[in-house]
């Protein structure tokens, strides 16, 4: 007679680590945005304010060259330029203020006034008089990523632009684009939630695979013809096994890493540490079944519960546990 199925530990997702800044990303096309100031710093505020598609009014008694280029030739939103310092009564109705200002009673000054009418406030390279920073910004709209450092070291978060962009191929920016055009046809495919699933997934690793392949309608027929292709198997649960070393995730492998940020359960050792299981969806159910090496459920009731999540249509990762040495060799 078979022993009745013990439940092991769900563990309730960590909360997450504090924040210096709350990244957040601001949709700027066609919301006006005033910029005070007359220096290069001001000038590529509002290119980039401009390149977000945003209207930039920029108040500037004198300005820059750099600022009258970008009058003539912004990168997507109009810039225009108003010959005076800015006043109270120019920041109503703006989405967010930028400044660029020599001394700190001017940069106070335009701050309080943003504030006064609840308008988001950024004065240039002074911390104290700032609601939002712009950060580090690696650029493959539709897919863009910020890098902050709250300000405490600048040239460190352009060193890691500079490695993510050295990372990250152009071409991403095809797919990311691709994405946002698809994701309709996908909806009214017909497909079910995991089928739906399935073709971003197949989606995803052809981009990784084919990063400047410019994606076409092709693709998507062909994902799509696929994903139907599989029936009922899309609904299907799977059980993956992977070793790990407790508590250093530089073992991991690119495969366990993917398998981990697309499972619905993750069963693990207790010696699996946070830093390995930081690399899961946030969504994923994390289950602890045991110490790694002696599950007090024992290992048939693991695998047991394994297979009956898949049976349920859920992705299982089992983590189990191992020497890093024994892991070496394989």
């Known amino acids: 007679m078979n022993a009745p199925l013990r439940h092991p530990l769900a563990v309730k997702p960590p909360r997450i680590d504090s924040l210096a800044r709350l990244p957040v990303f ?5 919301k006006r945005v005033v910029v005070a100031g007359s220096n290069a710093a001001a000038a590529w505020k509002a290119e980039l304010l ?17 600022l009258l280029a970008i009058v003539n030739d912004p990168p997507r939103g109009l810039v225009s330029i108003t010959g005076r310092t800015w006043r109270a009564g120019d920041l109503p109705g703006s989405t967010l203020a930028v400044g660029a200002f020599e ?33 580090a910004i690696v650029n493959r709209s539709p897919l863009v990523i910020g890098i902050s450092t709250d300000g405490a070291a600048p040239v460190f978060a352009q060193a890691i632009r500079a490695k993510l962009e050295a990372l990250l191929p152009r071409g991403f920016s095809h797919w990311a684009a691709a994405a946002a055009r698809w994701r309709s046809a996908v909806k009214a495919s017909g497909l079910s939630f995991a089928g739906r699933r399935k073709f971003w997934q197949l989606f995803t690793s052809h981009a990784m695979t084919h990063p400047q392949q410019a994606p076409s309608r092709d693709e998507l027929q062909s994902f799509l013809a696929e994903v139907k292709g599989l029936g009922p198997a899309t609904e299907n649960g799977s059980v993956v096994l992977f070793d790990a070393v407790p508590g250093d995730p530089e073992f991991l492998t690119l495969r366990t890493v993917r398998a981990l940020q697309t499972a619905d359960v993750i069963l693990f050792d207790d010696l699996i540490s946070r830093d390995v299981l930081d690399f899961a969806r946030r969504e994923a159910k994390k289950i602890r079944v045991g110490t790694a090496g002696k599950p007090p459920e024992g290992p048939d009731d693991i695998h047991a519960l394994a297979l009956k999540l898949a049976r349920e249509g859920q992705r299982v990762v089992r983590l189990a546990g ?7 060799q394989v």
């Not at 601001?26 to 066609?30: E, P, S, T, Y």
């Not at 001394?103 to 104290?128: H, L, S, Y």
Request: hydrophobic share 50%; aromatic share 10%; with cysteine.
């Open 26 to 30: 601001f949709a700027l096309a066609g």
């Open 103 to 135: 001394n700190e009673t001017a940069a106070e000054e335009f701050a309080k006034a943003a504030r006064a009418v609840g308008v988001p406030v950024n004065v240039i390279d002074k911390p104290a008089f700032c609601d939002f920073s712009f950060g």
């Open 322 to 328: 191992c020497d890093p040495l024994n892991l070496a």
């Open 50 to 66: 401009s390149a977000a598609g945003a209207q930039v009014d920029v108040y500037s008694a004198a300005p820059c060259d750099e």
